[in-house]
């Protein structure tokens, strides 16, 4: 049986690809209560927020962590709400903000969903190792959310 409340699903990590829209438009077609959330992922945006907002910094150090702070607070906020967190890991940049968010996430005892190629899963044991699935695919990740969300494989 489908849930009635809408779950409240937290998509983390990788900014480059649409991952996230495979998720959202694949959930949709089952039609899924699920809403989705992420980080902002305009990286230009998510850079500069802080001295955009609060003031230019001369210091690289004092300029990034002014716009970390602000993205903190969109971050840890949806994160909290967060009834599933999905966080994927790309095959071309360091995710390190994806890596914290899914440590964040496990702290809290939210359900994680890890989402990287085969090439990751050395690097990513530690982190795999709290979720409770590992997927390889956005495809995946829209089965397992149907399965969770209805209870049947046929989501």
Known sequence: MTSTTTWNVYLSGEIHTDWRE??????????L???????????EASDDCGVA???????????????????????????EK????VVRFGEKYR????????????????????LHGPDHAHALKEVDAAALAVA???E?????????VTGRLDG
């Open 136 to 138: 390889e695919t956005p």
């Open 33 to 43: 209560p699920v809403a989705f959330s992420a980080p902002v992922t305009d990286h």
């Open 95 to 114: 995710q390190w903000n994806a890596a914290f968010d899914a440590g964040y996430a496990a702290a809290l005892g939210k359900p994680l969903i890890i």
């Open 22 to 31: 495979t998720i959202a438009a694949a959930c949709a077609a089952r039609k």
């Open 140 to 148: 995946q990740v829209a089965a397992l959310l149907a399965y969770a």
């Open 82 to 85: 967060a009834d599933v967190v």
């Open 53 to 79: 907002i609060l003031g230019a910094e001369p210091n690289k150090f004092w300029h990034d962590r002014k716009g970390a702070q602000l993205n903190a607070i969109r971050t840890r906020t949806l994160l």
